[in-house]
């Protein structure tokens, strides 16, 4: 039996959404509006007003008149998947915008039901990312989600990029939602490389795309990993960023006429949050784990976004201005950042050893004003003078090259090495 066609008609235009008397459809369900010119226009429906569906285009609506024909697609929110996916550079609709044609193997749906939370597995497998400042004092978990919170400029993507690059997992999938277009070839050609895009898929809407497209890249991505989770794999997930998916639907809120909250974002925009980051975690076949960027709007960690993303994620990474434009690379402020599941994966000798290394640049920063104005007499504080003896071992180990991998074995001997030069 043929399926039954659900259609309506265009009624009203106005900024960002389209306004028509039917089709019959849900809220993120698609439709196309079929041009008087034989264009095809996707749509996403973003809510409904005074019995009319509003909808958002997914694409140019040069030609689109009143009285076009709008046509209900509720099947299209699936992306194909399969192994093809590797090494290939995706769209926001799962099209290939590399070259030619991905075999599919499956469809996975973009949207899944939220995971029941007595089904996911406990995180004690740690996650060897290749970066020392992280694999030393910031240890990860294969499963756990992780913000990277700085301003622009301080070597987010270089990071990201050298985390996909050297992470001992089996797949990375890499979502670039609002980035600028020229940005996206030079990160998958000197960021990513040749060795990483091996074995990742990079899904990208770039910030000249419409707002339910670049939201949608991210739900791709999400369903491209889930994908490779469900195959058994070890996955990292990377989506840069969490700032401009939020910019993304809050445009598509106050489009709909959500009241604007706090500075301007919609209550959307906090009830998304954690459907994104939850679909990351350690499950019976597999297991996802999250890298989330946060770009801070005028190095305020405080605004509205940062603080919604750190109370979901399992630890935060915090990028410091000032050590990014002094030349240090990764620009982790060590202090600042933390990894809720530290304790789980790392042993005791590099727990203990990390603890002195901590707690050495604690006593430095909290007399740092002292030591630089000379004001400090040597002999004063045993545990400072520790410090200060330690402070160039301790910044090498903190110190790293963006082309530079550590072994976990490489970086756990250096971090024992430095923790001997500090008391107990």
Same mark, same amino acid.
């Given at each position: 039996m043929e399926p039954v066609i659900s259609?309506?008609? /265009?009624? @009203?235009?106005?900024? +960002? /959404?389209?306004?028509?008397?039917?089709?019959?459809?849900?809220?993120?369900? !698609?439709? %196309?509006?079929?041009?008087?010119?034989?264009?095809?226009?996707?749509?996403? /429906?973003?809510?409904?007003?005074?019995?009319? /569906?509003?909808?958002? *285009? +997914? #694409?140019?609506?040069?030609?689109?008149?009143?009285?076009?024909?709008?046509?209900?697609?509720?099947?299209?929110?699936?992306?194909?998947?399969?192994?093809?996916?590797?090494?290939?550079? $995706?769209?926001?609709?799962?099209?290939?915008? =590399?070259?030619? *044609? $991905?075999?599919? @193997?499956? !469809?996975?749906?973009?949207?899944?039901? *939220?995971?029941?939370?007595?089904?996911? @597995?406990?995180? %004690? @497998?740690p996650l060897i990312t290749g970066i020392r400042a992280i694999d030393g004092l910031l240890t990860c978990g294969k499963g756990q989600r992780i913000g990277i919170f700085g301003g622009s400029g301080v070597g987010k993507s270089t990071l990201l990029g050298a985390m996909a690059r050297q992470s001992k997992t089996d797949v990375s999938v890499i979502c670039l939602v609002g980035e600028r277009n020229r940005e996206v070839r030079g990160f998958m050609e000197h960021e990513l490389g040749p060795e990483g895009s091996k074995k990742s898929v990079v899904v990208v809407a770039t910030s000249d795309r419409p707002a339910p497209l670049r939201v949608r890249a991210c739900f791709v991505a999400l369903a491209v990993a889930e994908y490779f989770r469900d195959q058994g794999k070890s996955v990292l997930l990377v989506m840069d960023s969490l700032t401009r998916l939020a910019m993304a639907q809050r445009e598509i809120g106050l489009a709909a006429g959500e009241p604007p909250s706090q500075k301007g974002y919609t209550p959307s925009v906090f009830n998304l949050l954690p459907k994104v980051c939850e679909r990351a975690g350690n499950f019976e076949r597999?297991?996802?784990?999250?890298?989330?960027? &946060?770009? &801070?709007?005028?190095?305020?960690?405080?605004?509205?976004?940062?603080?919604?993303?750190?109370?979901?994620? =399992?630890?935060?990474?915090?990028?410091?201005?000032?050590?990014?434009?002094?030349?240090? !690379?990764?620009?982790?402020?060590?202090?600042?950042?933390?990894?809720?599941?530290?304790?789980?994966?790392?042993?005791?000798?590099?727990? %203990?050893?990390?603890?002195?290394?901590?707690?050495?640049?604690?006593?430095?920063?909290?007399? #740092?004003?002292?030591?630089?104005?000379?004001?400090?007499?040597?002999?004063?504080?045993?545990?400072?003078?520790?410090? $200060?003896r330690a402070r160039d071992q301790m910044m090498g180990f903190l110190r790293q090259g963006a082309q530079e991998a550590s072994p976990m074995s490489a970086t756990l001997e250096q971090l024992k090495k430095v923790a001997a030069l500090l008391p107990a």
């Open positions: 259609c309506g008609h /265009v009624t @009203e235009l106005v900024g +960002l /959404v389209v306004e028509s008397r039917g089709p019959s459809a849900a809220i993120g369900d !698609f439709c %196309e509006l079929l041009t008087s010119t034989g264009r095809r226009v996707r749509a996403q /429906v973003i809510g409904f007003r005074d019995g009319r /569906v509003l909808s958002m *285009p +997914l #694409e140019e609506i040069d030609g689109l008149s009143l009285g076009d024909l709008v046509v209900a697609r509720p099947g299209a929110a699936t992306v194909p998947v399969g192994p093809g996916l590797l090494g290939r550079v $995706i769209d926001g609709f799962g099209n290939p915008i =590399d070259g030619g *044609p $991905i075999a599919a @193997e499956d !469809f996975y749906a973009l949207y899944q039901a *939220p995971q029941n939370p007595l089904d996911r @597995e406990h995180i %004690e @497998e597999g297991s996802i784990t999250g890298f989330f960027t &946060v770009l &801070v709007e005028g190095d305020d960690f405080n605004e509205p976004i940062c603080d919604a993303v750190r109370a979901i994620l =399992d630890g935060h990474i915090i990028l410091s201005r000032e050590l990014g434009a002094s030349g240090h !690379f990764p620009a982790i402020q060590v202090l600042d950042s933390v990894s809720r599941l530290q304790a789980r994966v790392a042993n005791s000798e590099q727990k %203990e050893n990390a603890r002195r290394m901590r707690e050495a640049l604690a006593t430095y920063r909290h007399s #740092e004003d002292l030591i630089q104005l000379g004001a400090y007499a040597a002999g004063t504080n045993p545990r400072l003078d520790a410090s $200060i």
